[in-house]
């Protein structure tokens, strides 16, 4: 999906009022540099784009953070801003409680969540 | 079993004007928010009436709302607080109305409290302190306050000032010397996500100024 035509002041407003505070739940207690990696975005759709990515997609240690509360808020703003936006399908009627069993907070997870509120810090400093 | 419409009510029910109003107080009770509605025609026979809210929710598809008396109400910490919702008047399943409604624009504030004015004689001036309990919240924390206060005889000569702190000074050569005063404030949402309506009036406090206006002369 090409993130260009979204609109970003609409997506910047739920990441400055409710989107931070969810990711700020899922880190607490934990810093950026705890974490070697860095992660950089060039602009806005650029920044959305690996967004998504980090959101949406798992990696080695982290299956998806897609159905925790900041992901399926992520997935909304997304598709309330970006016309046609789909984005990938998050069962919504699957219960948290069974899915957080099975993937608990493992560093993993935590270290991509942090680069993604860098990520989310990058798009809302770019004007 | 007997419902409250029979057959041919069914039409007249038809008829009924299901319009109706609702506001949304975010984190009420801990992350416990609070939606209300209620219908817009009071006389409304609302028996076997229900709400539902569907869209805009963490987990389900869909909620109902409880009912007290008049008013409908869904206490929950499942509203994602992006997008729209649908909700619908439904009457034994049957969608009789239904509303787009976005929760964050649809605030109403809790109402401030504990209104205290403090009189400073050396500074010929009275400080007006209030609380919310919006200072504590992690959403809607922006608020603008309306201090509204009248000397107590004159019945609807209120004076009004509007700001975002809670704190506040009135000059005493502004106010009528040894006058009984009322003085109330309520909150609005003040940040361009989260809009809504006037809360509720705080409790009001009552006092009396001085003798003298503060410039030495007595009226």
Known sequence: ?127 | GESGYAENDFDDAELDDYSFSCYSQLEVDGLQHLLTCMFDDSDINSTNLEFEICGALLDVDCLNFNKLQERYFLKTKKFLLIGDSKICVKLEKKNMTCRKVNIVKIVKPEAPFDVRVVYREGANDFVVTFNTSHLQKKYVKVLIHEVAYRQEKNENNWMRVNLTSTKLTLLQRKLQPNAMYEIKVRSIPYANYFEGFWSEWSPSFHFRTPETNGTGETD
């Open chain 1, 1 to 127: 999906y090409n993130f260009t035509d979204c609109d970003f002041k609409k997506i910047k407003e739920s990441y400055r009022n409710i989107i931070y505070q969810e990711l700020n739940n899922y880190t607490k207690g934990t810093k950026a540099i705890d974490f070697d990696h860095f992660v950089y975005c060039e602009d806005q759709p650029d920044c959305l784009s690996k967004i998504q990515s980090l959101t949406f997609e798992g990696r080695p240690g982290c299956a998806a953070p897609a159905r925790e509360a900041f992901a399926v808020r992520t997935h909304a703003a997304l598709a309330a801003a970006c016309p046609g936006y789909r984005g990938p399908q998050i069962n919504n009627t699957q219960t948290m409680r069974k899915i957080r069993k099975r993937q608990i907070k493992r560093k993993e997870c935590l270290e991509q969540v942090t680069y993604l509120k860098e990520l989310w810090q990058r798009l809302s400093r770019i004007s």
